[in-house]
């Protein structure tokens, strides 16, 4: 244990700036990787939902293959898969697109669970008042499901947030990655580590924590319907 | 009833029980003896449930004591002070007194008759087939031998509550506490439930029970007894007590309850 | 088309190679799995008998856990702790890392699922004498069993396909055999898309096994459902 602190005394001040800086990276890789999902994710809802038979069956086969496979296996089709094909990514924007692409199938489980939570009466009384189905889901629907999928949002963003240092593997700059050259090049692996996991620990607890608030207010407030 | 002179098979002593701030016993003293079917009766709030699960140890009590047959339930005496007794010890005294809960807490995983056996099979280590037997003939008796093999989710809420019945019959306890056992049955249901507890009262069981049901309380009852914000306000015979009761309290509660 | 024909020469090649590393990958997520029931229901026990300082350690473990990534905690126990000595297999390392976070997830999930059952269940159970322990057994696990059934299946098929990150300490099992496959041959594209296809293969077979598990529990005739409607 003394030992330990021994090693930080002397490495902190070297390993926190660089893994700071790394974490950065991993933010915005999280973040870029939400967004895509985001918007992948709730066309695939959408899709799922319509009318249109063919594309039902493309959202349904799109997040049952996505679901079933590995993010890393992805990740690898993307970046060395696809460079047979001449489509050459970096490691960087190869991890954003894999994992928004495979979360986006998730995202969209959420987003249809949502929009099936919202009562069938709130989109009839729309058309009642002269809405086009599109017009109800956007202004009446959606509104409401928001609210629903704040909480599994979240936690989505906290899972994306740690699966993130799985792009490590394909050498993408991010947190896990720097971790992973700092423990071999000074031999402390442990240290390293350990400083990693807390700087995850410290990026994702706030976000678990406020959404946790959120669940019980939620809950809470259902208690009462 | 028994004669004056038998011991009390339960007693409580100068009963608290309080949650956080709100005191919801003050001061209960109570003695059943053997054979006695006690009611009792008072308005929603005044502590009647809690006088229960205080006697059982579901609830700590604050302070105060719970005997049964002179022997202490929940605590031991150490020559010093008393302390709390472990769970192995508790259960152990738990099975000298069956209860039986408002909303029957049958277990749903379980058929009638599975309700009936666990507790001899799980507690008293009887073999099966003779816990069965027993838990057969105790369904018989509650006239539900049919229904031996059913779950409780297709039966009645009457049926429920003559297995739940059973159940605690089952322990071969000594004291049966009821916890309004008809309040959450459909009116044509209270009557199978309580000629069951009407037919235990006259077999000589042992029996303390909540209830609004003021007809039983007042042909079963050998002992009537009013609680109100905690404590008990007056006890007696039905027929002095329905008749005749000295306090306020008492004849306010039964004339709101006569106008229902 | 030169894509086709070079995968279509190779696949026997490439299954020889990767249909037993599939089976690693099948044994390191069943002992993970194993291992985090295991762990997953003391926690959960251990929050139950409400003691101050043993919901402290294994709260902490499991937001510890469950706020860091699996790959972190995976390189901790393989490379960091030979710093005190202690060296694990590559299959041991992963077994461990795994079953441990995934301990912390299902601890949640079992915990969901004993606060579920109505506290009048385990209260009737000490009326007829069982000990808190007892009437778990006996009481409340059986009932609670139905509600963690598919989350726990759930669990199972996210486990299967986070056993891909273990190539990254040496595992031999898919991804890892496909990266020396890819290193052997050059063929990358064929052969992530193959180990993409074994996956979801595997993971639409633990889904068709799950659900199926799930039917026979909700037929087998007891709580809920049938009553309600
Ligand atoms: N676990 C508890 N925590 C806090 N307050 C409680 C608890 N249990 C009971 N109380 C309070 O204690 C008081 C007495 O409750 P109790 O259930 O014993 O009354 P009761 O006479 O059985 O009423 P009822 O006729 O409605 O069943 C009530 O004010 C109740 O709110
Ligand atoms: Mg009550």
Redesign the pocket.
Known sequence: MSEMLAVYQKHLGEWLPQLIDAAGNTLRMTALAFVLAFVVGLLLALAKLSPIAPLRLFASGYIEVMRGIPSLAILFLIYFGLADFGLVFDAFPAAVIGFGLNGAAYMAEIFRAGILSIHSGQTEAALTVGMTPLAAMRWVVLPQALRVVLPPLANFGIALLKDTSVASIISAPELMLRARDLASSSFRPMEVFLLAAAIYLVMSLPVSFLTRRLEARFSRGQAHV | MNGETAEPLLRVVDLYKN??A?E??KGVDLEVKPGETITII??????????L?CINYL?RPTSGHVFIEDRLVGEAWDGKSYRHIGDRELAKERTEMGMVF?RFNLWPHLTALGNVTLGPIRVLKKPAAEARAEGQALLEKVGLGHKAHEYPERLSGGQQQRVAIARALAMQPKLLLF??PT?ALDPELIGEVLNVMRALALEGRTMLV?T?EMRFAQDVADRVIF?DH?VIVEEGPPAQLFANPTHNRTREFLRQVVER | MLFWERFVDNLPYFLEVLIPAAGMTVRIAAGAFVLAIVVGLVLALLQTIRIGLVTLVVRSYIELIRGTPVLAQLFILYFGLTEVGIRFTPIQAAILGLGLNGGAYLAEVFRAGIESIHAGQMEAALTVGMTPLTAMRYVILPQALRVVVPPTTNYSIALLKDTAIVSAVAAPEIMFKARNLVMETYLSAQIYLLVAIMYLVMSLILAFISRRLERRLGESGTTGQAGAA
Not at chain 2, 42 to 51: I, Q
């Open positions: 949650f956080g709100t919801v016993l008072g308005p929603s709030g005044s502590g009647k449930t809690t006088l699960r609830e408002q916890d309004e309040s909540v609004h609680m905690g």
